[in-house]
């Protein structure tokens, strides 16, 4: 017994200390073993954070990403290789199915060697395109560290600015500029709704072969903000793939170093961007959960829910409602920060929706906080709405997909019926209808009148024989 206690306590202890919402388990392929060192803080970062680290070189022939058919590693950190590529075990389809079975992958770029084709194959299957000349650099003439680069131009000094995106969630946001020497830049493109950018290059910036003799690019791969730093994928599983255009950028010499830009000398912010770049690639932030979702109907109609009772549905939750009834919908919504659960609010201007839909949304209404039923660990969103005056099958749906949080779909699939004949409005309570019972009643007390004049004028004894006797 103690002994069993004595293996099964240091998991414990690897589990509460994980910050990491898929696993601790981290892989890191790197060809040239004497480079490990150059990583040590980015390294030791990591494994404050808890990740337990396994160092391989590609030619090990006994890698392998996957042990009977499952994830041998929950993440993956691809440092440049030297060779062509990073071998058969790790070809560009054990990779993509590494991410289908929901593993995290980081993959870092090198200015200093041509990009394999094996690379260039597999991010072309992201829809991700390096420049066609595998020695092109992102080269800026303006905003470059002028002690490291004073002639080449090809370190990037990006202020903190720099790194305030659209996604309204600042992951990667750092107080200090960030440098990015020899930078591999990335266009990513338009098909896909799972790409973003992460970090992108300077207006001024653009695509060039510092071995190319011309002193003028004619025609730049691209330039400005069509190229990016840093990308990201999350895939529809949740999987995240991040291509980062520089690996010096998680060394150390970067994460001590001081740049200089427009005669002003600063410390880099590299070492927090290289954190925050690897906490949402690994899911230590930027993960949502819905917790408890329930739909009823409003208790205004007793009746109705007396015999939506009676044909079988439960008054939570309910498979089926009838026309016009009133409903309340409510999400629990959590948001995972590096080690627990947090309630999760939407960003300005910004607001989670929610749809009662057939073929097309009836309702499209927003899903309001609820101060009162939420809990520490999350928020509850609540709508009332009334459903249509039309039968059918109608989903209740919450589709949210922003970038940088993994995706919301969640659909509650109802029946709605019409009312039965002993649930329509008599005819009384309806102020339109005044006009109709007016002459119904009208026409009953004329012909009452009618009939009661018919009779008192029918003719005498008297009358009836003088009128016989006239016939004769």
Same mark, same amino acid.
């Given at each position: 017994?103690?002994?069993?206690?004595?293996?099964?306590?240091?998991?414990?202890?690897?589990?509460?200390?994980?910050?990491?919402?898929?696993?601790?388990?981290?892989?890191?392929?790197?060809?040239?073993?004497?480079?490990?060192?150059?990583?040590?803080?980015?390294?030791?970062?990591?494994?404050?954070?808890?990740?337990?680290?396994?160092?391989?070189?590609?030619?090990?022939?006994?890698?392998?990403?996957?042990?009977?058919?499952?994830?041998?590693?929950?993440?993956?950190?691809?440092?440049?290789?030297?060779?062509?590529?990073?071998?058969?075990?790790?070809?560009?389809?054990?990779?993509?199915?590494?991410?289908?079975?929901?593993?995290?992958?980081?993959?870092?770029?090198?200015?200093?060697?041509?990009?394999?084709?094996?690379?260039?194959?597999?991010?072309?299957?992201?829809?991700?395109?390096?420049?066609?000349?595998?020695?092109?650099?992102?080269?800026?003439?303006?905003?470059?560290?002028?002690?490291?680069?004073?002639?080449?131009?090809?370190?990037?000094?990006?202020?903190?600015?720099?790194?305030?995106?659209?996604?309204?969630? !600042?992951?990667?946001?750092?107080?200090?500029? @960030?440098?990015? +020497?020899?930078?591999? #830049?990335?266009? /990513?493109?338009? &098909? *896909?709704?799972?790409?973003?950018?992460?970090?992108?290059?300077?207006?001024?910036?653009?695509?060039? !072969?510092?071995?190319?003799?011309?002193?003028? @690019?004619?025609? +730049?791969?691209?330039? #400005?903000?069509? /190229?990016?730093? &840093? *990308?990201?994928?999350?895939?529809?599983?949740?999987?995240?793939?991040?291509?980062?255009?520089?690996?010096?950028?998680?060394?150390?010499?970067?994460?001590?170093?001081?740049?200089?830009?427009? #005669?002003?000398?600063?410390?880099?912010?590299?070492?927090?961007?290289?954190?925050?770049?690897?906490?949402?690639?690994?899911?230590?932030?930027?993960?949502?959960?819905?917790?408890?979702?329930?739909?009823?109907?409003?208790?205004?109609?007793?009746?109705?829910?007396?015999?939506?009772?009676?044909?079988?549905?439960?008054?939570?939750?309910?498979?089926?409602?009838?026309?016009?009834?009133?409903?309340?919908?409510?999400?629990?919504?959590?948001?995972?920060?590096?080690?627990?659960?947090?309630?999760?609010?939407?960003?300005?201007?910004?607001?989670?929706?929610?749809?009662?839909?057939?073929?097309?949304?009836?309702?499209?209404?927003?899903?309001?906080?609820?101060?009162?039923?939420?809990?520490?660990?999350?928020?509850?969103?609540?709508?009332?709405?009334?459903?249509?005056?039309?039968?059918?099958?109608?989903?209740?749906?919450?589709?949210?997909?922003?970038?940088?949080?993994?995706?919301?779909?969640?659909?509650?699939?109802?029946?709605?019926?019409?009312?039965?004949?002993?649930?329509?409005?008599?005819?009384?309570?309806?102020?339109?209808?005044?006009?109709?019972?007016?002459?119904?009643?009208?026409?009953?007390?004329?012909?009452?009148?009618?009939?009661?004049?018919?009779?008192?004028?029918?003719?005498?004894?008297?009358?009836?024989?003088?009128?016989?006797?006239?016939?004769?």
């Amino acid at each position: 017994m103690r002994a069993f206690l004595s293996f099964l306590l240091p998991a414990l202890v690897g589990v509460a200390q994980a910050l990491s919402y898929t696993g601790t388990r981290l892989l890191v392929v790197n060809e040239d073993a004497s480079e490990k060192d150059n990583y040590s803080k980015f390294w030791g970062d990591l494994e404050s954070r808890g990740f337990r680290i396994s160092f391989e070189s590609p030619k090990n022939e006994k890698l392998s990403l996957f042990e009977l058919g499952e994830r041998a590693y929950d993440h993956l950190i691809l440092l440049p290789p030297k060779s062509k590529g990073f071998g058969p075990n790790l070809s560009p389809k054990n990779i993509l199915d590494f991410a289908k079975k929901e593993g995290n992958v980081i993959l870092a770029l090198s200015g200093d060697s041509p990009t394999p084709a094996a690379i260039n194959s597999l991010l072309l299957e992201l829809d991700i395109h390096l420049p066609p000349d595998r020695n092109a650099l992102l080269v800026d003439h303006f905003n470059y560290d002028i002690s490291s680069a004073p002639e080449k131009h090809d370190v990037l000094v990006l202020p903190p600015i720099q790194l305030l995106r659209t996604d309204l969630n !600042n992951f990667f946001e750092t107080e200090n500029p @960030v440098a990015a +020497p020899r930078v591999v #830049g990335q266009v /990513l493109g338009n &098909a *896909s709704p799972h790409l973003a950018p992460i970090l992108k290059a300077p207006s001024t910036a653009y695509s060039y !072969n510092p071995k190319d003799e011309a002193e003028a @690019v004619e025609d +730049p791969f691209a330039f #400005g903000s069509q /190229l990016s730093i &840093a *990308s990201a994928m999350q895939a529809r599983n949740s999987a995240r793939f991040t291509v980062l255009g520089s690996a010096e950028m998680l060394e150390n010499k970067w994460f001590d170093a001081s740049v200089k830009l427009s #005669g002003k000398q600063t410390k880099t912010g590299n070492q927090d961007f290289a954190k925050k770049l690897s906490e949402w690639t690994f899911q230590e932030v930027g993960v949502l959960k819905v917790g408890e979702l329930t739909h009823y109907q409003n208790e205004g109609d007793k009746k109705g829910v007396l015999n939506q009772t009676a044909i079988g549905a439960s008054e939570l939750n309910p498979k089926i409602y009838k026309i016009k009834d009133d409903v309340t919908y409510t999400i629990e919504l959590s948001e995972w920060s590096h080690d627990h659960f947090i309630p999760y609010v939407p960003p300005p201007l910004d607001a989670l929706q929610l749809e009662c839909t057939m073929l097309s949304p009836f309702h499209r209404l927003p899903l309001l906080p609820s101060a009162s039923l939420s809990t520490p660990n999350a928020t509850l969103y609540t709508a009332s709405f009334t459903l249509p005056d039309q039968h059918g099958i109608f989903n209740f749906r919450v589709n949210y997909k922003r970038p940088f949080l993994t995706s919301v779909d969640e659909k509650r699939t109802v029946t709605v019926r019409h009312m039965a004949h002993d649930e329509y409005t008599r005819s009384f309570a309806i102020s339109g209808a005044y006009v109709w019972i007016t002459g119904i009643w009208t026409t009953v007390v004329g012909w009452v009148l009618f009939l009661g004049m018919w009779l008192y004028a029918r003719p005498t004894e008297e009358e009836r024989k003088a009128k016989g006797k006239k016939a004769q």
